[in-house]
């Protein structure tokens, strides 16, 4: 089944011309008025999106845990060992909208700094979302009798799919189209999606690349750039490496590689200064707490200190991403998962008040995504890859206080229980994707660029109402 | 776990090493003797028809020998050039000194080849650890010894070519020291590293074994302590092996082609090789696991951390197993179950090509041709002498194959490799003779992408490696063609720059550890010597780093810029060594080098 999209984008791409032909984005040639408004706003309009990828499948069943008695006790009775006891979770047990009588669900308690933002109305959290590309029942996946996403279950490839609705070999996906869509509205546009985590397909768009940065910063290339030259002692050794790394070369590696060398040294200088002088955040996201390092602290500290500097670099529109690895908890769980979520309840209560201390809270909304879902029943100290999953939307935009999507059953074998407790998403992840595009400012023409399977979900069910 | 508590009371003296049962003089099911390699090189070159005579016959003599037509029209055959050689080298190895380049072009690549891999396995990486007093019970914990040994082992083993061949199978069979925690990570990867080299070149069925068993994967991929499934309380084995052996280490998720492409239904949809019922049903074959504690004393002989894994038949699962087509009986014990699950997946028809392609990848080419892979797939399949799995045999076809063999005038202008940063690291090393200032080897995990090199042996993010066979790099012109480049998914605008400071300081000030122990190159004396002389400096620099790759612009390039440095010509004088600096590192980092061709 070819996704929609993937034929809009040929015939977009032939409208455009051909793509740049290796790094450097070309300016983006087509007026983009005549496609969509996402750029068209006035200045003072800004808008990002900021993904939390939580690599490895977070066990959603440990994350947000059924709270009501017999709910929890299904619960436990399907965790065995691993289950969280329900004393401990009066403290983070939420009243909230959107659940069907009788039900209630807790936090972990290690995302106890959620809780207020939750309380406040910044923070929503949608049930049971995972990639699918249709709306599915349990019959029909067993009887296969829909398709289906590919290679489930699997790691990398659920990476990519909840990506850019592709396995592995993807090379485009939604947060890069969100890019697309926003880089005429952007002055420096090489900034308009921005990974302070490694290399994922998430910010690749058809134009819009993703620009690395390090959680420091960007990286100067002091060989190729020291006024007094290469190793204090020839500026002719200099520009001759400043020439080798970034001329134009015939050989596809060579030319890509040296594309992205031309991207670094280009970005460092102008991003470098719009840097400097900027606000900190270290109060809010700490490099080091407890003499253990906090990567998602300085990942987010970086996405911070650039939506800071977002008018020196005359950006309105950006998407960002950054991520926590770790979550593949086969063994360990009762240990290695409430360590990651401290983690991750610190610094996004820490990102959301570096956020409002500058005055963007509505401006920024933050989400998670990861692989998959787990298993609910227990392999004795551990989960197994599953499917849908608890997502978390977190911003001064955002209608929180309220659940949304569909509660699942709290104990195995409920309705949407493919085996072992693993869910079948009863939320899309494009449903997901185009509730935050629209937000963002995507028309509703435009967001199956952002969201190929979207049109295969009812009107009505589109817009998630997060946002 | 459980060693934690059992062990605190042990006695702690250290213990002779015992014989090793998988150790380098075992014998090695299914190794063929050297004529029988180099009969199978050039056979596979004749059956393929790619290979000119000329190339043919410059893989050594004895595949002269074997081409009657060759040889009998008398045709004239140039040698083997250095640069060809020092190419060929830095394929199979990390680096190519003028002996060797000698020594290959002396005896043809096919022996020379067949005489590494035959060498016996350099020190092990377990010894190295012992030897240096790492059994310690204050460091029990601590992972960074695992670095050191890693990059001693790459950098100064004897035997490099099987170093650079469990590199590669490092990056496919996973294990992570970043992902091991409790008792003596270290000695676990040093166990796992040992391995790999010594089934290098076995037979994948052994070496597939032997990962299978080994502590660190077990803990790496939750084998060990995995129990079988309790039908009252509905708690399921562990599955992250069963899953990760199929999709990851043998077979992948869709039926393959010999030639490596994947075959489709009626409707062009892939045929997958495996469900979620294959997983479940394989997880039942890989419980029952855990540590063989014999020998074993807490932190002064961790060899419960480097013997096999042992079954404990009660926690083995006994139901029936049905997975790939193949059944194991319900009560199978578990060491026939084992047996019979690893013989199922090393039969598989996909191994070849799925095998051999990553191995072509990391080695050779990122994006090789389907008929490269079919001719290794082959040789998986059969050693020439009726053995499948001869890695021998598949070493030598990924190497010596007329696709890997081709000169530069006859590749597309997508062909070869964006070298690993380890690899380039390595190569600088072994090239110029670096040494460990103290002898300590405090070189440490080298993967932050800002401040150093972007990635570290054996310090995967996680099993799937640090790069997928899969990626194409978005936003490429790699990209328009789907053409894959794995290097690339480690490769942005932070890791670039972060190589080039890295590689700027180490070769001038060398590699720090900490503030008294470094590695680095105490003179550089054959380079020191042509300081006077650029291009004749460019010329050597570009035989021994980029095998002959770099264009003549490039080379006048550097040989002008260096000139501009004014020298006296001692090589103790700051302008000479400026000069071997810089031009070292201008050839380092240009894109001609950093693209294995």
């Known amino acids: ?467 | 776990m459980s060693i934690i508590e059992e062990k605190a009371s042990r006695p702690t003296a250290p213990r002779p090493e015992p014989e090793r049962v998988d150790g380098p003089n075992a014998a090695t099911p299914g190794a063929v003797p050297l004529v029988a390699l180099s009969a199978l090189a050039s056979a596979v070159l004749v059956a393929c028809g790619g290979g000119s005579g000329e190339t043919d016959s410059r893989l050594g003599a004895q595949a002269v020998g074997s081409r009657s037509a060759g040889a009998g029209t008398g045709t004239a055959v140039p040698p083997l050039s250095a640069a060809e050689a020092a190419r060929f080298l830095q394929q199979a190895q990390f680096s190519s000194s003028a002996a060797e380049i000698e020594q290959v072009r002396a005896i043809g690549m096919a022996p020379w080849l067949a005489q590494q891999m035959a060498a016996p396995l350099g020190p092990t990486g377990w010894q190295w650890l012992m030897d240096q007093g790492y059994n310690r019970e204050d460091i029990i914990f601590d992972s960074q010894y695992s670095d050191f040994m890693a990059w001693n082992q790459l950098i100064t083993a004897p035997d490099a070519v099987r170093k650079r061949v469990a590199l590669a199978w490092s990056e496919i069979l996973v294990v992570s020291a970043s992902g091991l925690d409790g008792e003596s990570p270290s000695f676990a990867m040093a166990a796992y590293w040992d391995v790999l080299n010594t089934h290098a070149f076995g037979n994948f069925r052994q070496l597939l074994e032997a990962i299978t068993l080994n502590p660190a994967m077990g803990a790496y991929l939750n084998t060990r302590g995995n129990q079988k499934e309790d039908l009252v309380t509905g708690r399921q084995p562990d599955e992250n092996y069963a899953r990760e052996v199929m999709q990851l280490f043998t077979i992948g998720l869709y039926r393959l082609h010999p030639d490596g492409s994947i075959q489709r239904d009626g409707s062009g949809r892939p045929m997958e090789t495996y469900g979620p019922s294959d997983v479940s049903n394989l997880a039942r074959v890989f419980t029952g696991y855990d540590l063989d504690e014999t020998g074993h004393a807490r932190a002064t002989y961790p060899v419960a951390f480097r013997n096999p894994m042992t079954l404990r038949e009660r926690l083995h699962s006994r139901l029936e197993m049905e997975f790939l087509g193949a059944r194991i009986a319900a009560n199978t014990p578990g060491a026939e179950a084992l047996r019979l699950a690893l013989d199922t997946l090393f039969n598989h028809p996909n191994v070849g090509p799925f095998i051999g392609h990553q191995l072509i990848q990391r080695l050779v080419t990122s994006a090789p041709s389907p008929q490269y892979v079919a001719r290794v797939a082959a040789a998986f399949a059969d050693n020439g002498a009726g053995v499948r799995g001869d890695l021998r045999a598949v070493t030598a076809a990924v190497l010596l194959d007329p696709e890997a063999r081709q000169g530069t005038a006859h590749q597309a202008p997508t062909w070869g490799k964006l070298r690993e940063p380890v690899v380039r690291c390595v190569q600088w090393a072994r090239t110029f003779g670096a040494v460990s200032s103290d002898g300590g080897w405090r070189m440490h995990d080298w993967s932050d992408p800002s401040t150093a090199l972007g990635q570290s042996p054996l310090r995967s993010p996680s099993v799937f490696n640090f790069f997928r066979p899969g990626y194409v790099p978005p936003n490429t012109a790699l990209a328009l063609g789907g053409q894959t480049a794995p290097e690339f998914q480690i490769t942005n605008e932070t890791s670039v720059a972060g190589y080039i400071n890295f590689m700027e300081n180490a070769i001038a000030f060398g590699i720090y550890g900490s503030s008294t122990s470094k590695l680095w190159v105490p003179s550089y004396d054959a380079e020191l010597a042509l300081s006077g002389d650029p291009p004749a400096l460019l010329a050597r620099l570009n035989l021994l780093l980029a095998a002959g790759a770099l264009s003549q612009a490039t080379l006048d390039l550097i040989a002008q810029a260096i000139a501009s440095i004014y020298s006296t010509g001692a090589n103790t004088d700051w302008g000479s060594q400026a000069r071997v600096w810089s031009a070292i590192l201008m050839v380092m980092a240009c894109p001609e080098y950093l693209v294995q061709k």
């Open chain 1, 1 to 467: 089944m070819t996704p929609p999209t993937s034929l809009a984008r040929r015939a977009f791409l032939r409208r455009v011309g051909q793509l740049g032909a290796a790094g450097v984005a070309t300016p983006w040639a087509l007026n983009l008025a005549t496609m969509g408004e996402a750029a068209a706003a006035d200045a003072s309009d800004y808008k990002a999106l900021v993904c939390i990828f939580l690599y490895g499948g977070n066990d959603h069943g440990n994350t947000l845990v059924p709270y009501e008695a017999t709910g929890h006790a299904q619960y436990a009775a399907a965790r065995l060992t691993l289950a969280t006891p329900r004393e401990n979770l009066a403290a983070t047990a939420l009243t909230g909208g959107g659940l069907p009588p009788g039900r209630q669900y807790a936090l972990a308690p290690q995302l106890a700094p959620l809780k207020p933002l939750f309380d406040a109305r910044k923070l929503a959290l949608q049930l049971n979302v995972g990639p699918l590309i249709q709306p599915t029942t349990l019959d029909q996946f067993h009887a296969r009798s829909v398709p289906l996403p590919p290679k489930l279950f699997s790691h990398n490839d659920q990476q990519s799919v909840w990506q850019s609705s592709g396995a592995e070999g993807a090379v485009h996906g939604w947060g890069g189209s969100l890019g697309d869509l926003a880089l005429a509205g952007n002055g420096q546009s090489l900034f308009t999606c921005i990974s302070v985590t490694g290399n994922a397909v998430f910010l690749a768009g058809a134009q819009a690349m993703a620009y690395q940065i390090g959680a420091a910063g960007p990286v100067p290339i002091s060989a190729a750039t020291d006024p007094n030259g290469l190793y204090g002692t020839s500026t002719a050794c200099r520009d001759a490496l400043q020439l080798l790394i970034t001329q134009s070369r015939t050989h596809v590696l060579e030319s890509d590689l040296n594309a992205v060398t031309t991207r670094a040294i280009a970005a460092q200088g102008s991003l470098g200064r719009a840097l400097t002088g900027g606000p900190d955040f270290s109060a809010q996201l700490p490099d080091v707490v407890g003499a253990k390092a906090r990567s998602l602290n300085r990942q987010l500290k970086m996405v911070a200190r650039l939506i800071a500097a977002r008018a020196a670099l005359g950006l309105k529109r950006q998407v960002f991403m950054v991520s926590l690895n770790g979550f593949d908890t086969h063994d360990g769980l009762l240990t290695r998962h409430p360590a990651l979520l401290t983690q991750l309840g610190a610094a996004m209560a820490g990102f959301q008040n570096a956020i409002d201390a500058i005055g963007m809270g509505p401006n920024v909304t933050t989400f998670t995504a990861s692989d998959f879902g787990r298993t609910l029943s227990s392999n004795g100290d551990g989960s197994d890859h599953g499917w849908g999953g608890h997502h978390v939307v977190m911003g001064g935009a955002v209608k929180g206080g309220t659940f949304y999507g569909q509660a699942p059953a709290p104990g195995l074998d409920g309705p949407e229980d493919v085996g072992q407790g693993r869910l079948l998403p009863s939320t899309s992840v494009d449903q997901y994707a185009a509730t935050l595009a629209r937000w963002f400012g995507v028309p509703e023409v435009q967001l199956p660029w952002v969201s190929p399977y979207l049109g295969n979900f009812s009107a009505e069910t589109r817009n998630l109402g997060f946002l």
